[in-house]
């Protein structure tokens, strides 16, 4: 089955930074794109960042723009985010999530890629902790 393992998550102080990465492995299976999204025990999953393997596109939550940069290889389903000053509140549990389908411009305008229902496939998460 498909699986998608998170890593580089740790403590840091406000401030700093963190570099997340999410690998694909297992059958081959069609993406059109990847994310991120976080979560804590007391809020709801929360969409932090997404990229779309179509134009290579970018979408990020208001609360990480400017801070956090999500990068990635198409061709081998892997993403990256690059979390700079980092605040109290980034604390979460960090999950990477893919997109299955085709990489159709249907799929492209269609797919609302903060909505974490459209994901077909969830990594274990990681923990990101920023102390003050």
């Known amino acids: 089955q498909v699986q998608l393992v998170e890593s580089g998550g740790g403590s840091v102080q406000a401030g700093g930074s963190l570099r997340l990465s999410c690998e694909a492995s297992g059958p081959t299976f069609s993406s059109f794109g990847m994310g991120w999204f976080r979560q804590t025990p007391h809020l709801e999953r929360e969409f932090v960042a997404a990229i779309d393997w179509i134009m290579g596109t970018t979408y990020y939550a208001e609360s990480v723009k400017g801070r956090f940069t999500i990068s990635g290889h198409g061709a081998k389903n892997t993403i990256n985010l690059q979390m700079n000053s980092l605040k109290p509140e980034d604390t979460a549990i960090y999950f990477c999530?893919?997109?299955?389908?085709?990489?159709?411009?249907?799929?492209?305008?269609?797919?609302?890629?903060?909505?974490?229902?459209?994901?077909?496939?969830w990594g274990q998460g990681t923990q990101v902790t920023v102390s003050s």
């Open positions: 999530a893919a997109l299955e389908g085709s990489r159709s411009a249907e799929n492209m305008y269609t797919t609302n890629y903060a909505d974490g229902d459209e994901y077909t496939y």
